[in-house]
Nanobody, 124 residues
Framework: QVQLVESGGGSVQAGGSLTLSCVTS????????MAWFRQAPGKEREGVAA???????TYADSVKGRFTISKDNAKNTLYLQMNSLRAEDTAMYYC??????????????????WGQGTQVIVSS
């Protein structure tokens, strides 16, 4: 079973940048589709970005052009580079994994494995 550990969250002013990391352990990392989700207080968890194998990543409309998802298979690590951060990006950010063989949509129920989350706070 895969285990996910996020890091890199913190507090930043609007317009700033952060890079989140998610280290994966367990069965072969490259076998999994990987994604980032986030959950703001009082709101449902929402998909941010996903990468399916080596294909072009998928992004939520709210982060297109500002966030970049990438992974380093040699380091078993998933990244989320976040630029031009806004107050509305404030949330707990979660790394998620799902087995390959299909492309799960950016919906929480479609992903099998989750990290514990890392907090991002953007002040305006």
């Amino acid at each position: 079973q895969v285990q996910l550990v996020e890091s890199g969250g913190g507090s930043v002013q609007a317009g700033g940048s952060l890079t989140l990391s998610c280290v994966t352990s367990g069965p072969s990392y490259s076998r999994y589709n990987m994604a980032w989700f986030r959950q703001a207080p009082g709101k449902e968890r929402e998909g941010v970005a996903a990468v399916y194998g080596d294909r072009t990543p998928t992004y939520a409309d709210s982060v297109k052009g500002r966030f970049t998802i990438s992974k380093d298979n040699a380091k078993n690590t998933l990244y989320l580079q976040m630029n031009s951060l806004r107050a509305e990006d404030t949330a707990m950010y979660y790394c998620a994994a799902a087995g390959v063989g299909w492309d799960p949509p950016l919906l929480p129920r479609s992903w099998s494995y989750w990290g514990q989350g890392t907090q991002v706070i953007v002040s305006s």
